[in-house]
């Protein structure tokens, strides 16, 4: 029997796209969400093509365009010399090569889009203050399909055995935002840069939404305690500083001078399975968190939203689970051997970052292209 209803818990980025997804093939929803009300936060985000026409199948992407920023080049820049190493064009060229934009913004304004059209889609309810322990909610306990979009430490994995378990990654996130009138000269106003050094790296982009720049440093660091986010103690900003011996002064001295750093311990997930070969299925980070190092992670939480209902359209919700899972999973796996080896390659020391200096000189902007083909090309199941 096909699915005509589901229940989703949790209403971040995959949860919302799942929703509007089951909506334009007629499956209504109704969404739980344990939060009072959705509030801004979270930091910026990179949505690359293989995501953004996702979007615009879903009727969504015309809005953030008008907000957010189209990078002209994603480029990876020397933490110690502050001399570029290579770049990777965007803008015009990701549209062109890709079929879609490339483009950065605050992870609440995808939030609040989202979140606008699950509101104004009569096959959408959302549910918030709803929290979930041992049970389902009632309201959702007659769904065809159960998706929990909850998250790295979600609720519903307890439904679904073998399923994967959130663990430290031994790294840790530094954030904050600083506003575009007092940034400095080398922050780059109309590109993504990643500065690279011994055993961190540190991401920035505009976001013009806010007129603010994000900022994320990520090093190895200590075993941290189940949190989302705090304010970084002295210990914690004295650990940070330790991993930048040998930066250049000024990056080191614009993160001394921010007083507000946000510590971010990054959690990932195990292997383990998806779905209970029944009507539960995980997606997003609650099935595959992963770490950063290759930008897709909410990329990733799109993708799932739409395939899951391409898959649940026209089959029974137990085989639909199945070829989703068997189908996501090869995807997933080669996304985290790629932030693994890039996670080695941009905190390379000693010979080994002079020999990644040397490679990346040489390969020309092509090449690096034709390398995120797979990621940025790739286009979702049922797709038009």
């Known amino acids: 029997m096909p699915v005509e209803h589901a229940a989703i818990i949790?209403?971040?980025?995959?949860?919302?796209?799942a929703a509007l997804s089951l909506s334009r093939r007629g499956i209504s929803s109704d969404i739980f969400e344990q939060a009072g009300e959705l509030t801004d936060i979270g930091a910026g985000l990179q949505v690359s093509p293989n995501a953004s026409r996702?979007?615009?199948?879903?009727?969504?992407?015309?809005?953030?365009?008008?907000?957010?920023?189209?990078?002209e080049t994603i480029r990876l820049i020397s933490g110690s010399s502050l001399r570029q190493l290579t770049a990777v064009p965007a803008g015009t060229f990701a549209r062109q090569r890709w079929g879609a934009p490339y483009g950065v913004l605050h992870r609440s304004t995808l939030q609040k889009a989202l979140l606008a059209a699950v509101e104004a889609d009569p096959l959408c309810r959302l549910h918030l203050g709803i929290r979930m322990e041992s049970n389902l909610p009632a309201i959702g306990r007659d769904a065809d399909v159960v998706i929990g979009a909850d998250g790295v430490w979600s609720k519903l994995r307890q439904f679904v055995p073998r399923s994967p378990s959130p663990r430290f990654s031994g790294n840790i996130?530094?954030?904050?935002?600083?506003?575009?009138?007092?940034a400095p000269d080398f922050l780059d106003r109309a590109s993504v840069c990643a500065f690279l050094g011994g055993s961190a790296h540190l991401v920035c982009y505009p976001l013009r939404e806010i007129a603010s720049f994000n900022m994320v440093a990520i090093t190895a660091g200590n075993i941290a305690p189940q949190a989302w986010q705090s304010e970084a103690t002295a210990e914690q900003r004295a650990q940070l500083f330790a991993r930048l011996s040998g930066w250049n002064s000024t990056i080191?001295?614009?993160l001394e001078r921010h007083q507000k750093l946000r510590f971010w311990p990054l959690f990932e997930t195990t292997s383990g399975t998806w779905q209970d070969g029944r009507k539960t299925v995980l997606i997003g980070d609650a099935a595959h968190a992963m770490m950063p190092f290759a930008a897709q992670g909410a990329a990733m939480a799109i993708e799932d939203g739409y395939e899951l209902a391409a898959f649940l359209s026209d089959r029974p919700a137990a085989e639909a689970l199945k070829l989703f899972e068997s189908h996501r999973a090869p995807r997933i796996a080669k996304l985290r051997q790629r932030g693994a080896f890039n996670r080695f390659a941009y905190h390379a020391k000693g010979p080994i970052r002079i020999g990644r200096d040397l490679v990346l000189g040489l390969k020309p902007p092509q090449s690096l292209a034709t390398d995120l083909d797979w990621i940025y090309g790739y286009r979702a199941l049922r797709l038009p």
């Open 252 to 254: 080191v001295s614009l």
């Open 10 to 17: 949790g209403a971040g980025i995959s949860g919302l796209t």
């Open 54 to 71: 996702i979007l615009a199948e879903l009727g969504i992407l015309e809005g953030l365009s008008k907000v957010w920023l189209e990078p």
């Open 173 to 182: 996130a530094y954030r904050f935002t600083i506003a575009q009138t007092e």
